[in-house]
């Protein structure tokens, strides 16, 4: 086989390995009916490689493992926090540090600490739970990404930036004082991975703060992120991804992070700002929700695990090999003419259901529908992000109809080889050419909050 370009490999050999399952399609079919057509209520042991997230799910190294066994377990004070504290602060750069439970957590604090009810808060493309932590504490959300986003084809490099006109008019209509802030996801999610330039992010900063609007940053994947810039973006091409990440947390006042991505571990989150009175409010609130300030619902050999991730994450070719696995995925994918969301993200790959599954209208649910197809012809697992994902109007009450009815395909980190990736696609392409048999699907079970994880299906 000849190589158009110098081949890459991961920066590590595998040391502990985790039998696969392997199951019939006729287990799988009674499986997903039992799961109500929602690969969120499938049992783990009956999938066989699971690309439903990358939360949580990543191998955890050598040096990781070793730390945990030094975890400081005290109620208060844990030295496991004064470590955590000193590596966020070297690598993200913000004064304060409080650990979370998970991302959320740290989500639910910012936002009650930060929105009056009335509110208006800006981001680029919503996040589930950021979103609904945010409606909770009463502001209302305004989508000011550029339209680029939401269009599966575009192939512009930073599809995650931030429409910066969208931003000033919603600055002009609502008035600066009625924005509780804007919120940067980075890369965002539901777009597709998509990452955010350096430029957009510091002139986001600059408009922001003309108008005293705080710049609040979902760094939950930041050094994805920050991989992107190094390899897109002029002037970056030089620059080792630690500093990167460094100067683009600089540009913001706060941040979250579920830190069961970017940082190796299987739990765990961050909240981290630099005003001493917003830090004074996470800190009061955060004893009611998460625990204490030095452990904030983890337990000490988290926080090590944690800290010892984060070292690794910001490393160049550790962060190169997470994102290019990705990219091969995605690339087997491209090339056999599938469609999927371009350019291939960070996190995942993602398949445009609306094209897969033309035949299929929106309102019966044509991604559910695949990620649910994939799982009986495969086993294996991905997940819904499009209408039923998106939810309700909280006004309104009326489904969101996103732009966007995709399947991700999210690639955990350290886990899988590329082989599974052949296998993972080689089902796919299978898939595709009888994808005019499928049918849609009905809701026939919908919870209150974040619907997408437990609502159930009947096939029509
Ligand atoms: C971009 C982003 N923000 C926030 C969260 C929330 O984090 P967690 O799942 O740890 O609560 C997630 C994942 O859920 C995420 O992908
Ligand atoms: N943040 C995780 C877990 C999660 C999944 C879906 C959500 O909508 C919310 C949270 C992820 O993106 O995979």
Redesign the pocket.
């Known amino acids: 086989m000849a190589f158009s370009k110098k081949p890459w490999a991961e920066p590590y050999r595998i040391k502990v390995v985790e039998p696969l399952k392997t199951t019939t399609r006729e287990h799988r079919l009674k499986s997903m009916k039992e799961a109500g057509w929602n690969t969120f209520l499938l049992h783990a042991d009956d999938v066989y490689i699971d690309l439903l997230t990358d939360?949580g799910t990543n191998a955890m190294s050598d040096m990781q493992w070793s730390r945990m066994m030094i975890g400081d377990e005290a109620y208060a004070g844990s030295r496991s926090y004064y470590y955590l504290e000193e590596v966020c602060r070297k690598y993200y750069g913000y004064k304060y540090i409080l650990p979370t439970h998970?991302?959320?957590g740290a989500?639910n604090l910012l936002s009650k600490c930060t929105i009056t009810p009335g509110q208006f808060v800006a981001g680029n493309m919503y996040?589930t739970?950021?979103r609904q932590h945010q409606e909770i504490a009463g502001g209302t959300f305004v989508d000011v990404i550029i339209d680029e986003a939401h269009k599966s084809q575009s192939d512009h490099p930073f599809k995650g930036n931030i429409d910066l006109d969208k931003f000033e008019k919603l600055i002009n209509e609502k008035g600066a004082g009625n924005i509780a802030y804007i919120t940067v996801?980075a890369p965002v999610?539901m777009a597709g991975g998509q990452p955010v330039s350096m430029a957009n992010m510091k002139a986001v900063s600059e408009l922001a703060h003309k108008h005293g609007i705080k710049v609040v940053l979902?760094a939950?994947?930041n050094i994805e992120n920050a991989y992107f810039i190094q390899q897109r973006e002029e002037g970056y091409k030089n620059r080792a991804v630690e500093d990167i990440n460094h100067e683009f947390c600089s540009y913001s006042d706060a941040a979250t992070v579920?830190a069961?991505k970017d940082l190796y571990v299987n739990i765990g989150?961050l909240v981290m700002c630099n005003d001493p009175d917003l830090f004074d409010e996470l800190r009061s609130l955060i004893v009611v929700y998460e625990g204490m300030p030095t452990y904030g619902g983890l337990a000490g050999r988290d926080m090590e695990a944690m800290a010892q991730g984060l070292i690794e994450a910001v490393q160049d070719d550790m962060i190169a090999s997470r994102v290019r696995q990705v990219e091969y995925f995605g690339n087997l994918l491209k090339d056999a003419g599938i469609p999927i969301v371009l350019p291939i993200g960070g996190h995942g790959v993602f398949l445009d259901a609306r094209k897969f599954y033309s035949h299929i209208p929106q309102s019966q649910f044509p991604a559910q529908k695949l990620a649910a197809d994939l799982y009986i012809e495969s086993g294996v697992r991905g997940m819904e992000r499009g209408i039923v994902s998106a939810g309700r109007n909280k006004d309104t009450g009326d489904h969101y109809y996103p732009a966007l009815e995709l399947v991700r395909l999210t690639i955990p980190r350290r886990v899988y080889t590329q082989a599974h990736f052949d296998v993972a696609a080689w089902s796919i392409m299978e898939m595709y050419k009888n994808r005019e048999k499928a049918r849609g699907l009905k809701m026939v079970y919908e919870p209150k909050y974040l619907r997408f994880f437990q609502a159930r299906f009947e096939e029509l």
């Open positions: 939360s998970q991302g959320r989500e996040f739970t950021t996801g999610n979902d939950t994947r579920s069961k989150g």
